[in-house]
């Protein structure tokens, strides 16, 4: 099985979740997608609603498959979030921000009562920190916050030329173990700038579903 096909396989057995569900949160990314092109393929887009999207890119693949997208303050909380992650590690913290989304899916995934997070096999570690950690900063706090970021072990890598959904910057912190995630998100959520980070260990998934060989995993 290549990458791509354990991808949608992941995103085929989040579907049972989504039963009864009439707004659901819906992520950013590869995965996402193959998630977003299930429901059109298994002809469930006249069961749902709506969706609160955690991008720009996932507004438009919803609304091209007919799904309307709305506001979350108009939603209110919802019950289920479907999104993949960057790495898995055994309390279902993640890394999260790949793609750039990290805050408006953090929002999305604080705000949901269920947060299921789809992967491939290949994103499953025992401690996080192999990914760059993404931090999305307010321009001017950037070269402030990776000199913060060197002073806790990271190695910051501006992502140049890119700017996120919210006109923000990201920051990617390379080679930093992440041992203690909580407190690292905390550490790392305090500093002057910084819009979120890509831990998500205060706000950890609730079930993972993981494509194997062997089949989909769910811890
Ligand atoms: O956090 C994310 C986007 O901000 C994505 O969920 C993460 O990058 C995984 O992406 P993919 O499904 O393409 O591997």
């Known amino acids: 099985m290549t990458q791509d096909e354990s991808k949608r396989k992941a995103a085929e057995a989040a579907l049972p979740y989504i039963k009864d569900v009439s707004i659901l949160g819906v992520g950013t990314g590869s995965t996402v997608n193959h998630f977003i092109d299930c429901l059109a393929d298994f002809n469930l887009t006249k069961d749902i609603q709506g969706a609160v999207s955690s ?36 309390l279902k913290q993640l890394i999260k921000g790949g793609g750039g ?90 500093l002057a700038g910084v819009v979120s980070v890509g831990i998500f260990g205060l706000r950890p998934a609730d079930v993972v579903l993981i494509a194997k060989e062997s089949g989909v995993e769910t811890m």
């Open 55 to 90: 991008s720009i890119a996932t507004t438009e693949r919803l609304k091209k498959i007919g799904i309307p997208v709305m506001e979350l303050s108009e939603s209110g909380n919802l019950d289920v979030y479907v999104d993949g992650a960057d790495e898995v590690n055994p």
């Open 101 to 190: 989304a990290l805050t408006r899916e953090k929002i999305i995934a604080g705000a949901s009562k269920q947060f299921v997070c789809i992967v491939d096999e290949s994103k499953v570690v025992k401690v996080l920190g192999s990914f760059p950690l993404p931090i999305e900063v307010i321009p001017m706090a950037r070269s402030y916050v990776a000199r913060e970021v060197v002073k806790l072990g990271g190695q910051p890598v501006w992502r140049e030329n890119y700017i996120t959904d919210n006109g923000c910057e990201i920051i990617d912190v390379h080679n930093m173990e992440i041992a203690e995630p909580l407190a690292l998100e905390r550490l790392i959520n305090n």
